[in-house]
């Protein structure tokens, strides 16, 4: 399965961005969850948002309200959807897919099997 992250880009602080992860290559079928982690300049990366096919989404606490995460199995796309963006959101962004559904997993970095390359967000005025 290849990940393809786009999206990103440079956003004034209250703004929105919608990005985008495309699934393709055999096994995308057989996936159940996509997460969005991120990471900003040395920091460690960390969870964003998770989602499973039920739907099931788990945000972290920093993002809740403001990010909202799906799924689009028929276009086997995920997207992230971040509205009212603070530079504190600034950072490389990454999506992940798993192939196992592990809901108690889903906020665990090693649980997803496939990753994309980031496309970064800038939240500047």
């Known amino acids: 399965v290849q990940l393809q992250a786009s999206g990103g880009g440079l956003v004034q602080p209250g703004g929105s961005l919608r990005l985008s992860c495309a699934a393709s290559?055999?096994?995308?079928?057989?996936?159940?969850?996509m997460g969005w982690y991120r990471q900003a300049s040395g920091i460690q990366r960390e969870m964003v948002a998770a989602?499973?096919?039920?739907?099931?989404?788990n945000y972290a606490d920093s993002v809740k309200g403001r990010f909202t995460i799906s799924l689009d199995n028929a276009e086997n796309t995920g997207y992230l959807q971040m509205n009212n963006l603070k530079p504190e959101d600034t950072a490389v962004y990454y999506c992940?897919?798993?192939?196992?559904?592990?809901?108690?997993?889903?906020?665990?970095?090693?649980?997803?099997?496939?990753w994309g390359q980031g496309t970064q967000v800038t939240v500047s005025s």
């Open positions: 290559g055999g096994g995308v079928s057989d996936i159940v969850a």
């Open positions: 989602v499973i096919v039920r739907g099931n989404t």
């Open positions: 992940a897919a798993a192939s196992r559904l592990i809901l108690s997993s889903i906020r665990i970095s090693q649980y997803y099997e496939y």
